[in-house]
């Protein structure tokens, strides 16, 4: 089941974290256990812990809907790491080995499907969740979302628990059934705006004399950083832009710039431009001090002067443990 965007939290739903993990379908029967993704691929040799522990903790017989997560310790605080997860993925058994024992990651189950020989997907939603509390105990590396149908806990949600690593609040009917492929889900992202300083630009990789994306960085202590980039244009504009910034290069392209899907493959190649052009852009999160995930443009700010982009501009959440937004009845 899908969710649709909205701008605020909803009346008369059932409302939850919005887990920044990867969406899973897990299927236990006996000691056979298999974890598909929402497109259909097989997660479960990339997690090798979470299918153990859904043999030790899952009922015998079951199918749940859930994220997978990795949780990292930072600044003595618990909370969900989007780079640590995106690393699980990689063709090396004897790097998902290492990596389940150095970043293991955990199951965070939000619907009860089946239990036993019962389908529960005709059920309400209200019904559904007492099984899924009811089946397992939620304490172990299979852990169960929290719930509320008090939409002022949830808007309190939004606002609190950014700082743990999540990115929003899902809203569902508490009375409606389970319809695979439908959006009968409402998802409310955190959304802002701020002004950055174009540090340069990735070449497109089909595209001949047009920009693949676009980097950006903020100042702070005088020193210009790099915080991530803007990705999604058009085919006119990427020409547009290219000549633009083809025009201001200080230097052809180097390696190093980092993006959340780097890996020792690839060098993250850019080209540096005079930090001169400053850009107005919409994005949801900071992952300590980059953009989580990568910004929308919005316009071009020729009345703001570079120096004036800081860190100051970004709203900064408080940071909460991840254990405080696990537990349920809290």
Known sequence: MLAKPAKAVPAGHSHEPKWDGFRALVFRDGDEVYIGSRSGKELGRYFPEVVSAVREELPERCVLDGEIA????????????WESLSQRIHPAQSRID??????????????????????????PFRR????????????????ISRVTEDPAVAADWFARFEGAGLDGVISKP????????????????HARTAEAVVLGFRPHKSQ????GSMLLGLYRDGQLAPIGGIGAFTTAKRAEYFELLG??????SVAGE????????KTGEWVPVRPELVVEFDYDQMEGTRLRHTAKF??????????????????????????DVLTVGA
Do not use: H
């Open 174 to 189: 508490p009375g409606g059934a389970y319809l695979p492929g439908k959006r009968e889900m409402v998802k409310v992202k």
């Open 98 to 123: 290492r990596l389940a024992a150095e970043t293991p990651a955990m199951f965070i189950g939000f619907d009860a499907l089946a239990v036993g020989d019962v389908s529960l997907m005709a059920q």
């Open 298 to 323: 919005r316009r071009w700010r020729p009345d703001r002067d570079p120096s004036s982009c800081g860190y100051d501009q970004l709203e900064v959440p408080v940071t909460y443990d991840l254990d």
């Open 128 to 143: 559904r969740r007492e099984v899924l509390t009811t089946a397992y105990a939620g304490t172990g590396t299979c852990r």
């Open 208 to 211: 001949p004399n047009a920009i």
């Open 70 to 81: 990795v949780p990292v310790f930072r600044e003595g605080r618990r909370r969900l790491d």
């Open 247 to 252: 025009a201001m290069r200080t230097a052809d």
């Open 258 to 265: 980092p993006n959340r899907w780097s890996s020792p493959d």
